[in-house]
T-cell receptor, first 115, second 112 residues
Framework: GAGVSQSPSNKVTEKGKDVELRCDPI?????LYWYRQSLGQGLEFLIY????????KSGLPSDRFSAERTGGSVSTLTIQRTQQEDSAVYLC?????????????FGPGTRLTVL | SQKIEQNSEALNIQEGKTATLTCNYT??????LQWYRQDPGRGPVFLLL?????KEKRKERLKVTFDTTLKQSLFHITASQPADSATYLC???????????FGQGTTLQVKP
């Protein structure tokens, strides 16, 4: 079956603009995760969803970042008033359930470049 | 604060040798530890999970150990192949959440 897909694959934007990143998880997966990976760095946890609710938003770097998930499926990560330090690869993952023993399946990521 | 350290220097080994990668952590008591492989331009791919009460886990040419006293996991690839060249990430998780904390990864280069 299809894996996790993300769009766009690349996004170049100007500082101060808003961007929306989309994640389509594997069908039937109830948990969805967003991570950020800067050059040469590990994955930084941003937020995760259990169904449509987000029990843990602790990783969002600032109030310019928000995410939603509708219908227990597609999720959108929105970054308002982008800054150059927001440049990174944004990765989405999904898992069957929300426990940490459940394998997380990652999408290919969206590479965001803020000029 | 919680900290995970993986060797930031690339590991270069000869084909056929055993590669050993290290993951050390502090200020954390994980219930689980996972290892992922990441190729350039791609998302990480799950390899192995080991629980806190397990000392060792094997899968084909892969072996993971987990020492909660030393706060360390070792990841071994035996009979390494050039196709094993990639970045390997360790990730820690607790029992009550799906949130994983990742290390920065170690790049392995296997030369023919």
């Amino acid at each position: 079956g299809a894996g996790v897909s993300q769009s766009p694959s690349n996004k170049v934007t100007e500082k101060g603009k808003d961007v929306e990143l989309r994640c389509d998880p594997i069908s039937g997966h109830t948990a969805l995760y967003w991570y950020r990976q800067s050059l040469g760095q590990g994955l930084e946890f941003l937020i995760y969803f259990q169904g449509n609710s987000a029990p843990d938003k602790s990783g969002l770097p600032s109030d310019r970042f928000s995410a939603e998930r509708t219908g227990g499926s597609v999720s959108t990560l929105t970054i308002q008033r982008t800054q150059q330090e927001d440049s990174a690869v944004y990765l989405c993952a999904s898992s069957l359930a929300w426990g940490s023993t459940d394998t997380q399946y990652f999408g290919p990521g969206t590479r965001l470049t803020v000029l | 604060s919680q900290k995970i350290e993986q060797n930031s220097e690339a590991l270069n080994i000869q084909e056929g040798k055993t590669a050993t990668l290290t993951c050390n952590y502090t200020n954390y008591s994980p219930a689980y530890l996972q290892w992922y492989r990441q190729d350039p331009g791609r998302g990480p791919v799950f390899l192995l999970l080991i629980r806190e009460n397990e000392k060792e886990k094997r899968k084909e040419r892969l072996k993971v150990t987990f020492d909660t006293t030393l706060k360390q996991s070792l990841f071994h690839i035996t009979a390494s192949q050039p196709a094993d060249s990639a970045t390997y990430l360790c990730a820690l998780g607790s029992s009550n959440t799906g949130k994983l904390i990742f290390g920065q990864g170690t790049t392995l280069q296997v030369k023919p």
